[in-house]
């Protein structure tokens, strides 16, 4: 397995030069700001602020955060696929996915998703060696669980994906034997959140704005439909019209209502109530909302394949002082990326690759994916409710989880048909 760490570690490493210092989309230039101005805030989680402004050498060295996360992600996703597939077809399946768009394309964007999908890859690890019992030692407890839950907490919904997965291990598994591990996971994600937030940045754990969105997402597409005329207003009175909450978009992507600022503010104390008089009153209208919104957790394409926000290839800001260092190199590669953002409704398609675990799991008996299944299916499950927005990188878990199956089944099958033409020759 160091083989194969140190070559896919050299992989992402010339990923990352050919793209130096990486891809940055707005919310990497958020992390920008964060890191050089030295003004943390818990937006995007404290543990991400602290990160970025820490490892970026204080915002002397952006490029450096692109790096770590690819070469975390690359450690994550070896040390994956060696607890899951034999050694030989872990050492190719693992290498072959580091060259694609998923890994090479994914880990050098500056976004705290990677590392969230990180820590959801090391800790499914663990369990899986934790489940299997002989190749389970104690140094996973430092090398797999411990980072594993601090990764969990650079993005607000690491955690609850987690407490699903607590649940749902144990109801599957009945090992009391489990029951330490995932406390001490639950423990130090929780107590690395509050820490950071209160310690460190000194705001509450909990960003109300960001916790609400998908509320107030929901709100504002019933108020764009026909049968929300007036709701706001009996509903949640003072706070805006149904006017300005209405927002066709809101129903399937970024919201575009319209209130005032104070009206914003307001609506931070009403939103969780009125969210949840909607939901009991048109509580199939709330379901389909969620339905549309995030189709690609959903594992049959009934109603066609999903295509969704996907891979990031640019620096998105021209002006901003940070751009490659070889253009035309970086250019020409990204025709790479490209094709794996024109792949999307299938690269991106969650639900289909959560339900091929699933297959494995129930038709061919390989019971080491069962934690994978149900982290992913925690994670879909969650995504599925408080996801404002869809988005692919939100579930790339459940992606490299799927395509790492995949991609051992094609190896194995190869090694399996190698194998019979020497027997017959």
Not at 64 to 80: D, G
Not at 318 to 346: C, F, H, Q, T, Y
Not at 387 to 415: C, K, N, T, W
Request: glycine share 6%; charged share 15%; with cysteine.
């Amino acid at each position: 397995m160091r083989s194969a760490l140190t070559r896919n570690s050299v992989v992402a490493v010339i990923w990352w030069a050919i793209f130096f210092p990486g891809f940055y989309s707005a919310d990497s230039f958020a992390a920008v700001n964060m890191a050089k101005s030295g003004d943390l805030v818990n937006s995007y989680t404290a543990s991400w602020a602290i990160y970025v402004r820490v490892f970026s050498l204080f915002g002397h060295f952006i490029g450096l955060l692109t790096l770590l996360n690819a070469l975390i992600l690359v450690y994550s996703v070896t040390r994956f696929s060696y607890a899951l597939l034999s050694k030989k077809t872990a050492a190719i399946s693992s290498f072959v996915l580091t060259l694609t768009p998923l890994v090479a394309g994914m880990g050098i964007t500056l976004w705290h998703d990677i590392l969230m999908t990180a820590g959801l890859l090391l800790l499914a690890t663990f369990f899986t060696l934790f489940r299997q019992g002989e190749n389970y030692a104690k140094s996973d407890f430092y090398s797999l669980l411990v980072p594993g839950a601090v990764l969990l907490s650079f993005r607000p919904n690491g955690l609850p994906t987690f407490i699903v997965f607590a649940v749902l291990t144990l109801i599957f598994a009945r090992r009391k034997t489990l029951i330490r591990p995932l406390a001490l996971v639950l423990a130090i994600t929780a107590g690395t959140t509050i820490f950071n937030s209160l310690v460190v940045i000194g705001e509450d754990p909990i960003n109300p704005n960001y916790a609400q969105e998908w509320m107030r997402n929901d709100i504002s597409c019933y108020a764009a439909s026909t049968t929300g005329a007036g709701w706001v207003e009996k509903n949640m009175p003072g706070v805006g019209t149904t006017q300005s909450w209405a927002s066709p978009a809101a129903c399937v992507f970024l919201n575009g209502y319209e209130l005032i600022q104070t009206d914003r503010e307001k609506s931070l104390e009403v939103v969780p109530a009125a969210w949840r008089k909607l939901a009991l009153s048109d509580p199939v209208f709330v379901l389909k909302t969620h339905f549309d919104r995030n189709y690609y957790v959903v594992p049959l394409p009934i109603n066609g394949l999903p295509s969704i926000p996907f891979l990031h290839s640019t620096i998105e800001q021209a002006d901003a002082g940070i751009a490659w260092a070889m253009p035309s190199v970086a250019e020409k590669a990204r025709v790479i990326m490209r094709v794996g953002n024109a792949l999307r409704p299938i690269l991106a398609y969650a639900g289909m690759w959560l339900l091929l675990v699933l297959g494995a799991v129930i038709f061919f008996k390989r019971k080491e994916w069962l934690p994978t299944f149900l982290m992913g299916f925690s994670l879909l499950g969650i995504l599925f409710v408080f996801a404002p927005i869809p988005d692919g990188r939100y579930a790339l878990f459940v992606l490299l989880a799927g395509q790492l199956l995949l991609l051992g089944a094609i190896v194995d099958g190869i090694e399996r048909l190698r194998n019979r033409n020497r027997i017959t020759s």
